[in-house]
Each structure stands twice: as C-alpha cells, then as structure tokens.
C-alpha cells in the first residue's frame, strides 16, 4: 500500500487551484459526515440514570407542585 505522511498531502493540497481545494473539502467533510453518522447509533437506554444525583436531597412531589404553581403566576 502506497504511504503518503500528512505534510505530503499538504504540499499537494496546495499546488491545487482553489476551486479544486474548496471542492476536495466539500468531499472531505462529506466522507467524514458520512463515516460519523454511520457510527453514531445510539440508544435512548444509555440516557437511563443519567443526573439522577440531582434529585436526590429534592422531595420531586413537592418540586412539581412549585412548578405547576409557577406557571399560573
């Protein structure tokens, strides 16, 4: 396999006319769009537990009720 260091890529880049660099980029952030969002599933079930120290010293019934009572003024 041909090995190319990222200064080699560099120099090439910019002997390229700037038309030609700004489409190579629009390719590039494309293929890297790509890549992402294809490794990107997830799962809302990673979510579960997630900030519940928040809660832990607040009586959450009483919280909600201050809430609900805030709303009307």
Known sequence: MLEISYSQ???????LSLTDQL????EMASLIR???IAGTTRSILE???KGKEIWEDIDVRKYLDEERTSWNG
């Open 9 to 15: 890529v560099v120099s090439e880049i910019n002997q």
């Open 23 to 26: 489409r190579l980029l629009e």
């Open 34 to 36: 790509r890549k992402t």
């Open 47 to 49: 979510l579960q537990g």
